[in-house]
């Protein structure tokens, strides 16, 4: 069992990112847990099947998505050295 078997959309808080990477195209889209509850049909799904459900957005592609949770925090610049 991985996370997104074990996790429903709506387990989610209302502000989360989750990012829909094309396996096709390599486009990548992010979509927030709220945008996507508003969608009838995925409203009690589980993310494995939220990730079925979605498809490319890009024009003429339409190809399937890997579902990734984003990253809300911050990247860092590497601050070491040598003495």
Do not use: N
Not at 23 to 52: G, I, M, N, P
Request: aromatic share 8%.
């Amino acid at each position: 069992m991985t996370w997104k078997t074990e996790l429903r959309l709506d387990d989610l808080p209302p502000q989360s990112r989750l990012e829909a990477f094309c396996k096709t195209c390599s486009a990548a889209r992010y979509y927030t847990a709220q945008e996507l509850l508003a969608r009838r049909a995925l409203a009690h799904a589980h993310l494995d099947q939220v990730e079925t459900a979605l498809k490319c957005v890009q024009r003429g592609c339409g190809g399937a998505v890997a579902l990734y949770e984003a990253s809300s925090g911050e990247t860092e610049a590497f601050q070491g050295g040598m003495p």
